[in-house]
Each structure stands twice: as structure tokens, then as C-alpha cells.
């Protein structure tokens, strides 16, 4: 069973970077496509970013556009979220999930999901 393991969060000032890592555990995911989630204190998960199981085309949600980049590594074993210009909107529990053979939009399946990293932005 492959496990997904997030890192990379932290408590950081509005205008600041983080880069989050999601690490694949126990098989390799090729042709699998990749998401980032993010669940709010008092609210519901929200699509982040996606990225195709090819790993050419990309999905972002309008908050995030401009600000965050979705990535993955030539052995789609670690995905990537660059996030700049950070905001106090952007403090949530930040998930990754993965999806064989899909494309970067959001959808209702996935196959698997990590235990999330926490993002705290103050003002």
C-alpha cells in the first residue's frame, strides 16, 4: 500500500514562502496524478493544485493562481507546492493526494492521501 507523507509546513508571516514536499512510500507512483487539499480551522477541504499523471499540465484553484506552483520530480515519487506571497486565507492542514491515471483537476476519488502538514500564516 503506498503511503503519502507531507512536509514543509510551519508558522510564517503574510508575504512569506514555504515549499511543501509530498514523499510516496512503498511503491512508485507512476502514472499517478497528484493534489495538493488544504482544510481550514471551522471549514471544508478545499482543491489546492493538481498536476497530470504525465506531468505536463497543471490545475489551480483561483485563490491560489499566480501565488503557488505544483511540481513533481522525473520519478514522480515527490510532489511539490511553492508557496509565495503568502496570506493569513492560506493557514490551513495541507494534504496531498494521488490518483492513477488522471488528470490535474479536482475529482470526487482518489486512491490515496496523506495525514496533512499544518501552514499557519499570521498577519
Known amino acids: 500500500q503506498v503511503q503519502l507523507v507531507e512536509s514543509g509546513g510551519g508558522l510564517v508571516q503574510a508575504g512569506d514562502s514555504l515549499r511543501l514536499s509530498c514523499v510516496a512510500s512503498?511503491?512508485?507512483?507512476?502514472?499517478?496524478?497528484m493534489y495538493w487539499f488544504r482544510q481550514a480551522p471551522g471549514k471544508e477541504r478545499e482543491f489546492v493544485a493538481g498536476?497530470?499523471?504525465?506531468?505536463?499540465?497543471?490545475s489551480y484553484a483561483e485563490s491560489v493562481k499566480g501565488r503557488f506552483t505544483i511540481s513533481r520530480d522525473s520519478a514522480e515519487s515527490t510532489v511539490f507546492l511553492q508557496m509565495n506571497t503568502l496570506t493569513v486565507e492560506d493557514t490551513a492542514v495541507y494534504f496531498c493526494?494521488?490518483?492513477?491515471?488522471?488528470?490535474?483537476?479536482?475529482?470526487?476519488?482518489?486512491?490515496?492521501w496523506g495525514q496533512g502538514t499544518q501552514v499557519t500564516v499570521s498577519p
Open positions: 512503498g511503491r512508485a507512483l507512476r502514472n499517478y496524478a
Open positions: 493526494a494521488a490518483n492513477h491515471l488522471s488528470g490535474p483537476h479536482p475529482r470526487e476519488h482518489y486512491d490515496y
Open positions: 498536476i497530470s499523471w504525465s506531468g505536463g499540465v497543471t
